[in-house]
């Protein structure tokens, strides 16, 4: 297999990365704002209404689940970018590690948010109930589980938030000392200030702000970012670091003949 450059690299997670992310806001707002129905109206029984909210959710597992999958594969694409932007920095820059470690922090964190609440969320609903009697026990020992669940992957997407903050404004130095325009820069900070905002939301209740901000972040200010970056990855990139990949690609003829 042939060596892939730094900057093919950089602008292959890029895309994927904003895909992932645009795609996964797009299945997160179908199913927040309950485009396609909503719960049934509760009734007087409080089993009943859980039962009956269960077998909703499960309707709208579907649109739960291809956002959620998507935002994983988004935050473990983050992951492998962190590394990579490490690169326009000097093997004695601290940034060059400060990046990766943010970035490979976010990825962490987020994605094992979104995989968490992939295993435990379509088992606490499921329409299989156990026959021994003890059906309000175990409806409640589910509520229970996924209050829990949902409480860890909360905080699990904070911190995410909060470290790829760190690596989007220390990213947005590397790049524009390489040559991105100021107003990339600006994008960068802007996306991180609004990523730390919605770090703390979960104290406060402000739906629908909270899914918005999500919409503003993940599926806007993030992939212009991204993808802006990608389309400037060959232009930007450390010539040393070119270098070194057409030294690493060169033909072993080439070499003999200018040794």
Request: with cysteine; aromatic share 12%.
């Amino acid at each position: 297999m042939a060596p892939m450059a730094w900057p093919s690299l950089a602008r292959t997670l890029a895309w994927i990365m904003a895909g992932m992310f645009v795609l996964a806001t797009v299945f997160f707002v179908l199913f927040a704002f309950q485009v396609f129905g909503g719960p049934p109206e509760p009734g007087e029984v409080f089993i009943d209404n859980v039962l009956a909210d269960f077998a909703w959710q499960q309707t709208q597992w579907p649109l739960e689940f291809a956002g959620t999958a998507l935002f994983g594969i988004g935050f473990l694409t983050l992951g492998a970018f962190g590394p990579v932007l490490g690169r326009l920095a000097r093997a004695t820059d601290a940034r060059r590690g400060l990046v990766s470690a943010a970035f490979l922090g976010a990825a962490g964190l987020g994605a094992a948010s979104q995989f968490l609440w992939l295993g435990a969320k379509p088992i606490a609903t499921s329409p299989q109930y156990c026959e021994c009697g003890l059906l309000a026990e175990e409806i409640m020992s589910r509520l229970m589980t996924l209050n829990i669940v949902g409480g860890v992957q909360t905080w699990l997407v904070s911190g995410a938030m909060l470290a790829a903050a760190l690596g989007l404004v220390v990213a947005g130095q590397l790049g524009r000392e390489a040559g991105m325009p100021g107003a990339w820069l600006w994008v960068a900070v802007l996306t991180a200030g609004f990523a730390v905002v919605g770090a703390v939301l979960p104290l406060f209740d402000v739906y629908p702000f909270d899914v918005l901000l999500v919409v503003l972040v993940a599926g806007i200010l993030f992939p212009i970012w991204a993808v802006w970056l990608a389309s400037r990855a060959w232009d930007i990139w450390p010539p040393a670091e070119l270098a070194t990949h057409a030294l690493d690609t060169e033909p072993a003829a080439d070499l003999e003949t200018r040794i």
